[in-house]
Every structure is written in structure tokens, then in C-alpha cells.
């Protein structure tokens, strides 16, 4: 998404992502024509239509946006707090999960390490209130994760590939005109962007949402954020590698706190894998 805004407004990167994920997904589903093709369940539709803003239209555009302004992979430090928010949505909205002494001081450290990032002072990008606002809508895109996280594992039974595709072009839908709206009709913008967009949409969308709700609705949405102990490693090292991104001591000492929070909440999961 980084190397997509260098040629791409914001809105515009995070709705091609979302278009491009839901042209391959609904490919698929043309050839293959899985069982239950056409939904018709009112409810069904509800969840969609929810999933579509809540997992790829705000947390896409979310990002998209803070990545003016941070660097990639300290929004990837911040996507490794989605454990914490999934924690405790599922306490109060998953009946057969279940919150302990041990879960609420690693919730706690999770919301200290987030502080760590959001406050001023921890990235050196020029202005200090849009940076502050960036790092906020990198930590409401985690959130906004997490609460798609729980719809998932809440929405009727439909078979994963049906559902993701409809999820991703229900986001499209929504967010297309938005973008149009506030970035204007998007021209071919050098190779590098362009590639970028096309990378984004296939893999770490359309591709990684159907694991995603494979293993949301087969192990859960705690097990499934488990991944987010890998996001902030890789988000660092690609960043340092890939883009040449610097980050300052603070950054580390934040993501330090939050994984250590979330390896508490998370405890008992890790040990049964």
C-alpha cells in the first residue's frame, strides 16, 4: 500500500485493493459455482454488507490514509494489537470464550503499548498532529479488524469462498464512489504503483480474506489472531529492507509492550499449538 501511494490517492488505493480482490474472488466463484451460489437470506446479506465496510472499506481506507504520513512498519506494529480488541469483543460477544486474571493484564498491556505509539514524539514525519492522527487510524483500521473478526465467527453458515467474495464486493461497492468522490478518476500512475495496487488486491486480499474466514469459521477469532504475532515482524523488516523506512526507539519499546500483551492474553492457545 506504501509503494501504491506513491502514484495513488488514498481512497483510491484502498478501493482498487478491495476491486481487484473481488474481481478474482468472484472469478473463481463463476467457474467453480460452489453450492449456495446465490444468497438470498436477508440476514446472510446484512452480514455482508457489515463485513464489507467493517473489514475492508474503513480499516483499507484507514490505512491507507495513516500511511501518508507513517511508515509501513509502524502500521504493521500497529495491526499486531488486533489480538487485544478480537479479546475482548469475544468475551462479551462469543459465549464460549473466556477472560481470566492473566488475559485482562495482558489487555491492559496491549492498551499501554498502544499509547506508546499513538503518543508524539515516537516517528519523525514532519507535522506532529497529522502524524498523531495517522497513528490513530492505523490503530482503528486494527480494530476495525478485530470487529470483523467476531462477525465472521457470529454470521450464517455459507461456504467461505461465496462469502468473501460477496464481503469484498459489497466494500467495493461502497467505497468505489467514495473514491471517485474524493480523489477523482485515478490515471495509470508508473509501473511500480500500478503493480502494487494489483499485488495488493490478489494476495494480501482476496487470497489471505479467504483464509482468514476459512480459519475464523472453523477455529475461531482468537485463534485466528494469532497471525498477528508475524504482522509487526514482517512489517518491520519488509519496511527497513523494501523502503528504507527508520524507526525510533519508542516504536520498538511500544511494540515490545503490545506483543508482550498480547502473549499473555494468548497464553494457553500458544502452549495447545
Known amino acids: 500500500m506504501s509503494m501504491a501511494l506513491d502514484g ?11 476491486s481487484i480482490g473481488a474481481l478474482a474472488l468472484l472469478s473463481v466463484v ?29 480499516p483499507f481506507s484507514l490505512l491507507a490514509w495513516g500511511l501518508q504520513h507513517v511508515p509501513s512498519a509502524f502500521a504493521g506494529i500497529a495491526m499486531g494489537s488486533s ?17 481470566g486474571p492473566r488475559r485482562i493484564i495482558g489487555v491492559i ?6 499509547v506508546v505509539l499513538i503518543l508524539p514524539g515516537i516517528t519523525t514525519n514532519g507535522d506532529e498532529t497529522g502524524s498523531i492522527a495517522a497513528r490513530v487510524a492505523c490503530v482503528a483500521a486494527s480494530l476495525c479488524y478485530s470487529i470483523g473478526a467476531i462477525l465472521i ?54 487470497l489471505a480474506f479467504l483464509l482468514r474466514v476459512v480459519l475464523i469459521q472453523s477455529a475461531g477469532p482468537i485463534f485466528m489472531s494469532l497471525v498477528a504475532y508475524i504482522v509487526p515482524i514482517w512489517a518491520v523488516i519488509l519496511g527497513v529492507v523494501l ?26 492457545l500458544l502452549k495447545k499449538c
Open 30 to 58: 463463476a467457474v467453480t459455482r460452489p453450492r449456495d451460489l446465490l444468497i438470498r437470506d436477508p440476514k446472510t446479506l446484512l452480514f455482508m454488507q457489515m463485513l464489507g465496510i467493517m473489514s475492508f472499506a474503513m
Open 109 to 114: 498491556f496491549g492498551f499501554v503499548g498502544l
Open 8 to 18: 495513488y490517492g488514498p481512497f483510491t488505493v484502498a478501493a482498487g485493493r478491495i
Open 83 to 99: 489480538p487485544v480488541f478480537v479479546l475482548v469483543r469475544a468475551y462479551l460477544f462469543v459465549p464460549d470464550e473466556q477472560i
Open 153 to 206: 465467527r457470529r454470521a450464517p453458515s455459507i461456504p467461505p469462498l461465496v462469502f468473501t467474495a460477496g464481503m469484498l464486493a459489497a466494500g467495493s461497492v461502497i467505497l468505489t464512489p467514495l473514491a471517485l468522490l474524493l480523489d477523482g478518476v485515478p490515471e495509470i500512475s508508473g509501473e511500480r504503483a500500478t503493480w502494487a495496487i494489483v499485488y495488493a488486491g490478489l494476495i494480501p486480499t482476496g
Open 243 to 268: 523502503l528504507n523506512e527508520t524507526l525510533t526507539i519508542n516504536t520498538y519499546i511500544g511494540a515490545v509492550i503490545i506483543l508482550s500483551g498480547v502473549g499473555l492474553t494468548q497464553s494457553r
